[in-house]
């Protein structure tokens, strides 16, 4: 997989470089320091993965996101920061970042990249347990998707709260069998991979 790096300090950079491109599974195509070098580099090389830091000189990476998927809405945005910033993961996911990462652990940046080229979406559990209180604290308004059943849309938004099917179940007065059915079905209609592409769907998709 092809991807490019950018980050304002060269040195993490450098580090990352010689992290992904020690097993030969990926390869850097391009680097920068900036947003508006990530901007450029995206356009010139079409990578597979845009892996970028948040905070940066001039243009920072939460509008280099939004100005490159405005123009390439396919693009694989992979979010690379020291910061676990509520502002941020907002923004990250109504934008369409396809992951949001701690710098912390270097480990999990290969794993990631691969989920990401397989149409995953990354974001931690800690971080994902989070996404909740964040938007409900901003006030969220219920809405409902087309094409989905009442109890659809309902277990839709218990997936979103965080809620187990354990959970689910009981809330809906339902079994665990019928509410993996439920779920299997949403995802199917919405073209979804799994439980945390379908809660990142509903707080990005369904909150504008």
Same mark, same amino acid.
């Given at each position: 997989?092809?991807? $490019? $790096? !950018?980050? *304002? *300090? ?6 990352? +470089?010689?992290?992904?491109? =020690?097993?030969?599974?990926?390869? @850097?195509?391009?680097?920068?320091? #900036? ?9 010139? %090389?079409?990578?597979?993965? &845009? ?8 243009? *920072?990476?939460?509008?280099? /996101? %939004?100005? @490159? ?8 945005? &992979?979010? &690379? ?5 509520? +502002?941020? !993961? ?21 794993? =990631?990249?691969?989920? $990401?080229?397989?149409?995953?979406? $990354?974001?931690? #559990? ?7 209180? /964040?938007?409900?604290? +901003? ?14 849309? %309902? ?12 959970? @689910? ?22 073209? &979804?991979? *799994? ?14």
């Amino acid at each position: 997989m092809r991807i $490019v $790096v !950018i980050d *304002d *300090d060269p040195l993490i950079v450098m580090a990352l +470089e010689t992290i992904l491109g =020690a097993g030969g599974e990926a390869v @850097i195509c391009g680097s920068g320091h #900036s947003g508006e070098e990530a901007e450029k580099l995206y356009e010139r %090389e079409r990578p597979d993965v &845009l892996l970028m830091d948040i905070r940066m000189e001039g243009m *920072d990476g939460l509008e280099a /996101l %939004e100005r @490159i998927l405005k123009r390439f809405p396919g693009a694989r945005i &992979l979010l &690379l920061t020291t910061f676990l910033d509520d +502002e941020y !993961i907002i923004r990250a996911i109504r934008a369409g970042a396809r992951g949001y990462l701690l710098k912390q652990d270097y480990g999990s940046i290969l794993p =990631a990249l691969r989920a $990401v080229m397989s149409g995953q979406t $990354v974001f931690g #559990s800690g971080i994902m347990a989070r996404i909740p209180e /964040l938007f409900q604290r +901003e006030g969220r308004r219920e809405r409902k998707a087309e094409g989905l059943s009442e109890r659809e849309n %309902e277990l839709v938004s218990l997936v979103a709260e965080g809620l187990s099917n354990r959970e @689910i179940a009981d809330v809906m007065c339902l079994g665990e069998g019928t509410v993996r059915n439920y779920l299997s079905s949403v995802l199917d209609k919405l073209h &979804l991979r *799994d439980r945390t592409q379908l809660a990142v769907w509903y707080y990005r998709d369904m909150q504008r």
